[in-house]
C-alpha cells in the first residue's frame, strides 16, 4: 500500500529519527515551564515518602508489635501505613492541578502548529485543502494531550514510587533488592525493547488512516464523476487496498502489542514469585518475617502496580505521543507531488509533436519552412504544424510561445498499469493548441481511453507530467477538474429529472434561450418535444442508448470549460447525427478532443493522433495517410504510393 506516495516516507523510519526531531521542541517547552515543574516535584516527592512508610509501617508493626507481643506498637505503626494511604488523595489533588499547567499549553501549540502548517500549504495542495488537517485539530491533537497527560502522571509516579519502594526494600533487608531487581530489570529491558518497532507500527497505523480518511473525502466529493466516466470499481479497488493496507498495519501493531504484554508479565508477575521461591534462602540470611512482609507490599501496593501502570502508558500513550507529536509539529512532510517544488521544465519555443518510445516520426514541413523530427525519449522536440482536415483549412491558432498555454500538454507521459506490466503508454510527448480539433485513433485497447482519463485527471500517469490550459491536472479535487475540462464517456450518464435540469447540469445558470440555441446546435428538438419540452420529465431507463448520448453532448454543448474531451460518445448515433454533433461542438468556443469511433471523424478533426502501441503518429489526415500504415489499414487505403510510406 502506498497511502500518500513519498511524502510519507518521511513518517515510515522507526522511532529514533522522530525522537531527535521532537527532542528539541519538547526541552524548549519544559524550559519554559520550570516552575510547573518544581511544583510537580515537591508533590511527587510526598509520594514517594508515601509508598515508603506503607511497606516500611506493616514490617515493623509485625517484627516490633505482633511478634514480639507487643499489640499497641504494632498498631502504632499500623496507623502510620494507614495514614500514609490517606494522605495519597491530597497529594493526587495537588499533582493533578499542576498537571494542568503543562497540558493545557501544550494542546493551544500543537493546534496553533497544525493551524500554521495548513494555511502555509494551502496554495499548493489540491483544492486549497489539506484533508489530513481535520485529523490532526481533532483527533490527533487530542490524543498527543490526553498521551501527554497519562505519560507525565505515569512516568512521575513510577520514579518517585520505585525510589520509595527501593528505599524501604533496602532499609528492611538488602538481600530483598538482589531478589527483587534482576525480574523487574529483565521485564523492564524487554518491554524499552519495543518502543521504537511500536513507534514504527503506530507511525504506519496513522498513516494509513490519514490515507483511507483523504480517499474517502475525494471519493464522496466526487461521486459523479466517478459515475459518469466510469472509474467507479477503480477507486473502489484503491478503497480496497487502503483498507487491506489499514488492517495490515493494525496485525502489526497488535502483535508488538502481544510483545509488550509479555514483558508486562515477566515485570509484574516474576519479582513475587521469586520472592516466594527465595524465602528459605533470605531466612537464612536473617530477612525476618516482617521484612518479607513488608517487601510483599512494596511489591503489591507500590512497586509493580506503578510499573505495570508505567509500561501500559509507555506501551501505548508513549508511542502515540511520539507519532503524533512528529505529525504536527514535526517538520512538514515532503509534498505529496514532488514535483510542486520542482523547477519548471524548460519548454522549447515550438509545440512538440505526439511521439512515444524512442521511434522517430517525420511531420510535414510547415508553409515556407524545413521538414523537422520528432524523436520519442530524449530526442529534440520541435514545433509542429497542424494542417486542417481534408477539405477545409487548418483552424488559425496563435504561434507558439506568443500566445495563451496549450490546452493539452502531455510531457513524456507513460501510463502502466502494473509494475511489470507493458506501459500503455510509453513517454508520449503532445501539445493541443487552444481552440484545436483533434482526433485520436487506434485500434481496440490500444490507449485512447487511457488517454482521456488521463487529461481528464481521473487517471495519474505513471511518468511524466499531464497539463490542461497550463495546469496540472493530477492530484486536482473535483471541482477544479470541472472547470478545466468536461468528459463525455461511451455510457452517457442522464438522470432522472426534467430536460432542462439534464441540460443545464454543468451550466446551472443557463437560461432557456441558451438550452434552446443547445437543442438546435445538436438537432434534438423532435427528442426534445417527444419528451415534453425542456420542462418534460426525463426517465433514463426509457431513452435508447443514442438518446441518452444526444442529451449527454448537448450538456458538453452547454459546459463553461474550455476542454471537451469526447470518449467514444457518439458510438450509438447514426453517421449524420454524430457528424452534426460533432461539428456544432467543434463551432463551440474551446478545445475538442475525440476519441474517434469512425474514420469519418478523423477527417473532420485539424489533427489526427494515431496511437498503434510502438509510435504515435500526429498530423493532418492526408499527412497521417502518408505516414501511417495503421492509419491506412483503418481508412482501406491499403495500396498507398509506395513513396509515402513512413
Not at 532499609?171 to 534482576?182: A, C, M, N, Q
Request: aromatic share 4%; with cysteine.
Amino acid at each position: 500500500m502506498n497511502p500518500s506516495g513519498a511524502g510519507r516516507a518521511h513518517h515510515a523510519g522507526d522511532g529514533r529519527g522522530a525522537l531527535r526531531r521532537i527532542a528539541p521542541p519538547a526541552r524548549r517547552f519544559l524550559a519554559r515551564r520550570k516552575g510547573v515543574l518544581a511544583r510537580l516535584a515537591l508533590w511527587s516527592l510526598a509520594e514517594a515518602g508515601q509508598a515508603f512508610l506503607v511497606g516500611h509501617g506493616v514490617a515493623r508493626s509485625v517484627d516490633r508489635g505482633f511478634l514480639a507481643g507487643d499489640i499497641r506498637e504494632g498498631l502504632l505503626w499500623l496507623a502510620v501505613a494507614l495514614v500514609a494511604v490517606l494522605c495519597g488523595a491530597p497529594v493526587i489533588r495537588g499533582v493533578f492541578a499542576q498537571l494542568a499547567g503543562l497540558t493545557e499549553p501544550l494542546r493551544d501549540g500543537l493546534v496553533g502548529r497544525a493551524v500554521d502548517r495548513a494555511m502555509d500549504r494551502a496554495p499548493d495542495a489540491p483544492g486549497g485543502t489539506d484533508r489530513a488537517t481535520v485529523s490532526r485539530l481533532t483527533n490527533q491533537v487530542e490524543i498527543a494531550r490526553d498521551s501527554f497527560a497519562g505519560l507525565v502522571l505515569t512516568l512521575r509516579s513510577f520514579l518517585f514510587t520505585a525510589a520509595g519502594a527501593l528505599l524501604g526494600l533496602l532499609s528492611l533487608h538488602p538481600s530483598l533488592v538482589v531478589v527483587v531487581l534482576p525480574p523487574l530489570a529483565g521485564g523492564l529491558a524487554l518491554f524499552l525493547a519495543t518502543l521504537r518497532p511500536m513507534a514504527a507500527a503506530q507511525r504506519r497505523a496513522l498513516a494509513a488512516d490519514e490515507a483511507l480518511g483523504d480517499h474517502a473525502a475525494r471519493t464522496r466529493a466526487a461521486l459523479r464523476d466517478l459515475t459518469a466516466c466510469g472509474t467507479g470499481p477503480e477507486a473502489a479497488r484503491r478503497g480496497a487496498d487502503l483498507v487491506a493496507g489499514a488492517a495490515a498495519a493494525s496485525r502489526v501493531l497488535a502483535g508488538w502489542a502481544a510483545v509488550r504484554t509479555a514483558a508486562l508479565g515477566i515485570a509484574g508477575q516474576l519479582p513475587v514469585l521469586a520472592l516466594l521461591v527465595a524465602v528459605p534462602w533470605l531466612r537464612g540470611r536473617g530477612v525476618t518475617a516482617g521484612a518479607l512482609l513488608g517487601a510483599f507490599t512494596y511489591l503489591v501496593q507500590s512497586l509493580l502496580p506503578a510499573l505495570h501502570t508505567l509500561m501500559t502508558a509507555l506501551g501505548a500513550a508513549g508511542s502515540r505521543l511520539l507519532v503524533v507529536l512528529d505529525r504536527i509539529a514535526g517538520p512538514a512532510p515532503s509534498p505529496t507531488s514532488a514535483d510542486r517544488a520542482r523547477p519548471e521544465p524548460a519548454h522549447p519555443a515550438g509545440p512538440p509533436p505526439a511521439t512515444a518510445g524512442a521511434t522517430a516520426a517525420t511531420t510535414a514541413p510547415a508553409p515556407g519552412g524545413p521538414a523537422t523530427t520528432a524523436m520519442g525519449s530524449g530526442g529534440p522536440i520541435p514545433a509542429s504544424t497542424a494542417p486542417g482536415g481534408r477539405g477545409r483549412p487548418a483552424r488559425s491558432r496563435p504561434a507558439a510561445g506568443s500566445g495563451p498555454a496549450a490546452a493539452v500538454e502531455l510531457r513524456s507521459v507513460t501510463l502502466s498499469y502494473g509494475v511489470r506490466a507493458e506501459p500503455v503508454l510509453d513517454a508520449l510527448d503532445l501539445r493541443v493548441a487552444p481552440g484545436e480539433h483533434l482526433a485520436v485513433v487506434g485500434p481496440s485497447g490500444i490507449g485512447k481511453s487511457t488517454l482521456t482519463r488521463l487529461v481528464a485527471g481521473t487517471l495519474a500517469p505513471s511518468g511524466g507530467e499531464v497539463r490542461v490550459a497550463g495546469h496540472r491536472v493530477t492530484g486536482r479535487a473535483a471541482p477544479e477538474l470541472a472547470a478545466l475540462r468536461t468528459l463525455v464517456p461511451q455510457e452517457a450518464y442522464v438522470f432522472s429529472g426534467t430536460v432542462g435540469d439534464n441540460l443545464a447540469y454543468l451550466r446551472p445558470d443557463a437560461g432557456r434561450t441558451e438550452l434552446d440555441a443547445a437543442v438546435r446546435a445538436l438537432g434534438l428538438r423532435s427528442l426534445v418535444d417527444r419528451l415534453g419540452g425542456l420542462d418534460g420529465a426525463v426517465r433514463p431507463g426509457e431513452l435508447s442508448p443514442a438518446e441518452r448520448q444526444s442529451v449527454a453532448l448537448a450538456r458538453a454543448y452547454l459546459s463553461p470549460a474550455p476542454l471537451l474531451l469526447l470518449d467514444e460518445a457518439t458510438c450509438h448515433l447514426d453517421p449524420a447525427s454524430e457528424a452534426r454533433a460533432e461539428e456544432a461542438l467543434a463551432r463551440r468556443p474551446g478545445t475538442l478532443l475525440v476519441v474517434a469511433h469512425r474514420l469519418s471523424s478523423a477527417v473532420r478533426a485539424d489533427r489526427v493522433l494515431v496511437l498503434d502501441g510502438v509510435a504515435a503518429v500526429c498530423g493532418g489526415h492526408e499527412e497521417v495517410l502518408a505516414r501511417s500504415a495503421l492509419y491506412r489499414d483503418l481508412t482501406g487505403h491499403w495500396n498507398g504510393d509506395p513513396g509515402r510510406e513512413a
